[in-house]
């Protein structure tokens, strides 16, 4: 396992951006692939995106796809979610997860191994 911090969360206005970041603590972060979950008060975490190890290909929710985008610079250590034209309905706390499987089809929870301690995002409207 490994250790990963988010950040970038924050109040938002519906149709605006933001974008969250997640270091991992790791020597090499190029064997993980990299995803981010969300999970908003009384619902399951669920899936938001997930990225490869080398950033080729990514998987959307279909509730983000079109709005959201995840990056990540392997030299930083670092993974991204930009987010823009935000709704309500992505208010949630979201948290960074890594996975040393090389690719995850329908990827869900417990595909991963490693968590972060979340950040929160609120949006109004």
């Known amino acids: 396992q490994v250790r990963l911090a988010e950040s970038g969360g924050g109040s938002v206005q519906a149709g605006g951006s933001l974008e969250l970041s997640c270091v991992v603590s790791?020597?090499?972060?190029?064997?993980?692939?990299a995803g981010w979950f969300r999970q908003a008060p009384g619902m399951e975490r669920e899936v938001v995106a997930i990225?490869?190890?080398?950033?080729?290909?990514?998987f959307y929710a279909d509730s983000v796809k079109e709005r959201f985008t995840i990056t990540r610079a392997n030299a930083k250590m670092t993974a991204y979610l930009e987010m823009n034209n935000v709704e309500p309905e992505d208010t949630a706390m979201y948290y960074c997860?890594?996975?040393?499987?090389?690719?995850?089809?329908?990827?869900?929870?417990?595909?991963?191994?490693?968590w972060g301690l979340g950040t929160q995002v609120t949006v109004s409207s």
């Open positions: 990225i490869d190890t080398y950033g080729q290909q990514q």
């Open positions: 997860a890594a996975s040393r499987r090389p690719w995850v089809v329908n990827p869900k929870e417990h595909d991963f191994e490693s």
């Open positions: 790791t020597y090499d972060f190029r064997p993980y692939i």
